[in-house]
């Protein structure tokens, strides 16, 4: 019986694997020291901020969402005087914005959804911070007209106003600290 011969093939082969573990060993432990020192891809800081004049993010399907600009990109009033922000429903229509006029205004609107009441006009709430230094926050109903609002007068009281503008003549009445009033429009 020959024995000899297998048993110096599987110790060739055993020492074999040994050698392959030993520099499989010392190429990790190389690899492992010398990691730490690697230079690092690092973000480059910039000296200067970035710099442009509009900003459109747009969602997975390339729809503009959020247009950022001064003057705003694509501004359907046809202006230059506007700096804001708008944002986009789904479909691309306006649903919130904020405007810096060039008169100091600035302006938050809030609007409906294209056919939920009068689409020529579909802003529904707008905070207003006035070049008066007064403010006011308006609430328009779906036909577009104010149906009430909280305000800031020159005397600097604070009223609540709301209005009826299907009665002939149109109503309004407003509250404030000074108590209540009642304007009738003329006839």
Not at 54 to 78: K, M, T, Y
């Amino acid at each position: 019986m020959n024995t000899m011969p297998d048993v110096n093939t599987r110790l060739e082969a055993l020492e074999r694997r040994v050698r392959r573990l030993q520099l499989y060993l010392v190429v990790l432990l190389a690899a492992s020291l010398t990691t730490p020192w690697m230079a690092r891809p690092r973000a480059q800081a910039a000296a200067n901020p970035l710099r442009v004049q509009g900003l459109i993010i747009e969602d997975a399907n390339g729809r503009p969402r959020v247009v950022l600009g001064a003057p705003l990109p694509n501004d359907q009033s046809n202006t230059n005087l506007r700096t804001g922000i708008r944002i986009n429903d789904a479909n691309g229509v306006e649903r919130f914005g904020v405007t810096l006029f060039e008169d100091s205004r600035v302006v938050m609107g809030f609007d409906a959804p294209p056919g939920k009441g009068d689409d020529r006009n579909r802003e529904r709430i707008n905070i207003v911070a006035d070049q008066e230094g007064g403010g006011y926050i308006r609430f328009l109903d779906r036909r577009t007209s104010v149906a009430a609002r909280l305000y800031l007068d020159q005397q600097n009281l604070v009223w609540m106003e709301f209005s009826d503008f299907l009665q002939n003549p149109s109503l309004r009445r407003r509250i404030g600290v000074n108590g209540e009033e009642i304007i009738r429009a003329p006839q």
